[in-house]
């Protein structure tokens, strides 16, 4: 009977390379303060050492890896790994096919494959890998990629390929403690099987301590596998009833009206003073500042971040916040405002989500079925064309799930999902969508009460899990809260005097906007939990 293949925690995989190191620091002493911070598998890079060289760094490198009990790799060569008794090798598309490494290598080695397509990862799993590095995802400068990078949201359709398997998949290319839980988060195919693990070369190697940036990886990926549900609800599907739903996004507008949380707001120049506007009515300070040199300092104000694209003028400025704001733990709401309208917007959505990781994503059916690649319902500039959505609650179901957030599918009917969980809205006056930026607006408060959540989280929150999370509070809710403040204002203001139309309208539903109250919300809120 064949012995089994141990155990290999692929958590945090440091691939090696010397021409990293900063100055004076020595080799082996930073693999060894790798190992002492959290690193759990270690591959040994030499691309241009000779091989007596390579043989005895692979010799020295293995025996303070097993003083770790941690299993040693080595890339590329097959030679080397057998004369120095590795644990393993990893191999590239280009390099010994799976089946004669396996041949020469002793019984129970691991190997591992390089994949930058799902037909990569098919075929390694056909070959018998025991593993796949999947990517590459983030450009990086310690490596020239043959192919393009596929981003966060390319790696889900690869990890599609594993399930049912027992192949293991890590990330690789450019990732750090920065964007590793934006990494993790994102990666995780449709039916929720998730990465088991990060490859990760500069960001320790290239590091004064290496200990340090190791623990950093390792409290982030340790805290992310400690949760059970990697979603921005809080809430088991089980547990969202009306009145305990409508209860928190009352619990999110009371802590709004006290602590006048910062709204961070990139938007369409048409809107900007109706968006501010709503944004004081509810009782939070909203920000409209689109220059990249303010997004590091703007990030760590606790808050929300509103990117609305509606007039793309500042992608870089866009880029930086999104990404400020991931490194802060705060929400994002994304309003792809015209996706479909233009290559330039499409491409625009794409570097975006594959830069930073939306908390919510809000947008009409035509803007949100561009988004999702679906001819179901077409767009002209800013508007849907058709009928919209024969099922809207399954596209906003699997639409969560594919960017792994909350989905926002406004229209006469509003409806919100995590993936899991689907809530329709039936609220709001027609007179709503005869003004300018009403749809913006929607974006503008349910940015607020993601601030709100956050608020709310942070006064409860434990401090466990707290590096697990891209945002803290329960953004499900906080989506619910953000529509329905617009939708039951809309209602209210269209029934008081003096209103005849659009133009009267609109300094009107501001007032209602900034009188409303959990208690309005109760009466008034049309929702069904699907």
């Known amino acids: 009977m064949a012995t089994p293949k141990p155990a290999i925690d692929y958590s945090l995989y440091l691939v090696t390379g010397r021409d990293l190191l900063p100055s004076g620091k020595d080799y082996l002493e930073s693999l060894e303060e790798s190992l002492q911070g959290g690193v759990t598998l270690v591959q040994i890079r030499e691309k241009n050492t000779d091989t007596g060289e390579f043989l005895e760094i692979a010799k020295q490198s293995k025996a303070i890896c097993h003083k770790y009990n941690v299993p040693i790799l080595i890339n590329d060569r097959i030679d080397i790994a057998l004369a120095m008794g590795a644990d393993g090798i990893h191999i590239g598309q280009t390099d010994m096919p799976i089946a004669i490494a396996r041949a020469l290598l002793p019984p129970n080695s ?30 990086t400068q310690t490596k020239k990629v ?75 990926i340790n805290a992310f596998k400690a949760r059970p549900l990697h979603t921005f609800s809080l809430a088991s599907p089980s547990s969202y009833a009306r009145d305990t739903l409508l209860k928190s996004v009352g619990i999110m507008l009371a802590a709004i009206k006290q602590n006048s949380p910062l709204v961070h707001q990139i938007t369409n120049n048409v809107v900007t003073t109706q968006s501010a506007n709503a944004t004081l009515a509810l009782g939070a300070s909203p920000i409209m500042a689109t220059s990249p040199e303010e997004m590091e300092d703007l990030g760590k104000i ?29 929400p994002i709401v994304f309003d792809p405002v015209g996706v479909g309208a233009t290559k330039y917007r499409r491409d625009s959505a794409n570097v975006l989500l594959n830069t930073w990781q939306a908390t919510v994503i809000k947008g009409n059916a035509g803007e949100l079925a561009a988004l999702a690649n679906s001819s179901e319902v077409q767009s002209r500039g800013v508007d849907s064309v058709g009928q919209g959505f024969a099922d809207p609650a399954s596209f906003v179901r699997d639409l969560a799930r594919k960017e792994r957030c909350i989905i926002v599918l406004t229209g006469v009917t509003d409806w919100v999902s995590d993936g899991t969980t689907v809530i329709k809205l039936s609220n709001g006056d027609k007179l709503l969508g005869e003004i300018t930026g009403s749809g913006c607006m929607v974006g503008t408060s349910v940015a607020t009460f993601c601030a709100g959540a956050s608020l709310v989280a942070a006064a409860a929150r434990s401090s466990d899990a707290e590096d697990g999370m891209l945002a803290r509070g329960d953004m499900l809710a906080a989506a619910v809260g953000g529509v329905l403040a617009v939708t039951i204002a809309s209602e209210i203001a269209a029934t008081r005097p003096g209103v005849k139309g659009s133009g009267t309208f609109l300094p009107v539903f501001i007032d209602e906007l900034g009188q409303l109250t959990e208690e309005n919300i109760l009466q008034s809120a049309n929702v069904e939990i699907l």
């Open 146 to 220: 043959a192919h393009p990078v596929v981003g966060v949201r390319g790696l889900g359709e690869m990890l599609e390929v594993l399930d049912g398997t027992d192949v293991k998949a890590v990330a690789i290319a450019g990732i750090k403690s920065t964007n590793a839980l934006q990494c993790l988060h994102g990666a995780v195919s449709k039916t929720g099987r998730p990465l088991d693990g990060l490859a990760v070369v500069s960001d320790i190697i290239a590091s004064t301590d290496p200990r340090s940036a190791s623990r950093r990886l390792a409290t982030v």
């Open 110 to 139: 691991i190997i591992g494959m390089t994949c930058n397509t799902p037909e990569h990862v098919r075929q390694a799993v056909k070959d018998g890998a025991d593993y796949v590095g999947i990517g590459p995802v983030w450009a």
């Open 302 to 330: 606790p808050g929300a971040l509103l990117v609305n694209f509606g007039t793309i003028q500042n992608l870089d400025g866009m880029l930086a916040a999104g990404r400020n704001a991931n490194i802060n733990k705060k």
